[in-house]
Nanobody, 118 residues
Framework: QVQFVESGGGLVQPGGSLRLSCVASGFTFRTYAMRWYRQAPGKEREWVAHITSSGGSTNYADSVKDRFTISRDNAKNTVYLQMKSLKLEDTAVYYC???????????WGQGTQVTVSS
């Protein structure tokens, strides 16, 4: 079955960095675009970053542009999110998901918690 396993979250001070990983299984990874989303307490889940199936093109939410970098390794069925210059407002649970034709195809994984705090 389709599965996404996120990891790499943790507690970091403002201005710090983290690298998130997401291992996907149960489908042909290289044929799907991938996205990272996040959900902060009391807020709706929001899109963070997008990468095409080949990895040749990426897009970011304005709130993370120039601070976050999405990448993928199709040989490892893994998508990454490198985060730098972290801010308090980046605190959230981060999820990865496959994306095709304007739709996110789940199921959603457990996510990984990122907490930015001094």
């Amino acid at each position: 079955q389709v599965q996404f396993v996120e990891s790499g979250g943790g507690l970091v001070q403002p201005g710090g960095s983290l690298r998130l990983s997401c291992v996907a299984s149960g489908f042909t990874f290289r044929t799907y675009a991938m996205r990272w989303y996040r959900q902060a307490p009391g807020k709706e889940r929001e899109w963070v970053a997008h990468i095409t199936s080949s990895g040749g093109s990426t897009n970011y939410a304005d709130s993370v542009k120039d601070r976050f970098t999405i990448s993928r390794d199709n040989a490892k069925n893994t998508v990454y999110l490198q985060m730098k210059s972290l801010k308090l407002e980046d605190t959230a649970v981060y999820y990865c998901i496959r994306f095709l034709g304007g739709t996110a195809f789940g199921p959603w994984g457990q996510g990984t918690q990122v907490t930015v705090s001094s």
